[in-house]
């Protein structure tokens, strides 16, 4: 009984946890988000494709990234270890190397581990370009891909992302 008595306490107590605190320093207020992903666009050596003209494994692959969700959260892209963990959502093996946040405005580079293309080593390049404030944080993510040939030559691929995150109220 007295195990019973003591394990509710500590229920009540838990329960009793101060809420999360906005923190005044980042941009983006803590909420409930709507975080959304989804493809834009394909280009293909210097050629727009329409996503539905895709390759059926290529097109799979860019709808696995396509999500919508919601969370209670406080959206953090001060830093580029910060800003990596918002990149690695869509793209979990790439690292920001480089950050900038210049008031509402926010610019990335990121390399990405080497994939296996057309029995060969490729390595993405992420680009990374967007807007953030209050109730709204929107990146635009380019990976880079150059797939080489067996003779030689090579072909570029870039994929464009949207990742955007809006406040829809509190938690």
Not at 16 to 43: F, H, K, M, Y
Not at 70 to 97: F, G, N, S, W
Not at 145 to 155: D, M, Q, T, V
């Amino acid at each position: 009984m007295r195990r019973i008595g003591i394990m509710g306490l500590t229920a009540m107590l838990a329960s009793c946890a101060p809420p999360p605190v906005d923190d005044p320093a980042n941009v983006p207020r803590l909420g409930r988000w709507r975080d959304e992903s989804r493809a834009i666009g394909v280009t293909i050596d210097d050629l727009s494709v329409p996503l539905e003209e895709l390759p059926a494994s290529l097109r799979a692959d860019m709808e696995k990234g396509a999500r919508t969700k919601e969370l209670c959260t406080e959206p953090r892209v001060r830093d580029a270890d910060e800003a990596t963990r918002l990149l690695r959502a869509q793209l979990p093996e790439c690292t920001m190397e480089q950050w900038t946040q210049d008031g509402a405005t926010l610019t990335g580079l990121a390399r990405c581990a080497p994939q296996a293309v057309n029995g060969a080593q490729a390595t993405p390049t992420v680009r990374a370009e967007g807007m953030v404030g209050a109730t709204y944080l929107r990146l635009d993510i380019q990976s880079i891909l150059r797939i080489p040939e067996p003779s030689g030559a090579s072909h570029s691929a870039v994929l464009r992302l949207r990742r955007t995150l809006e406040r829809i109220g509190d938690c």
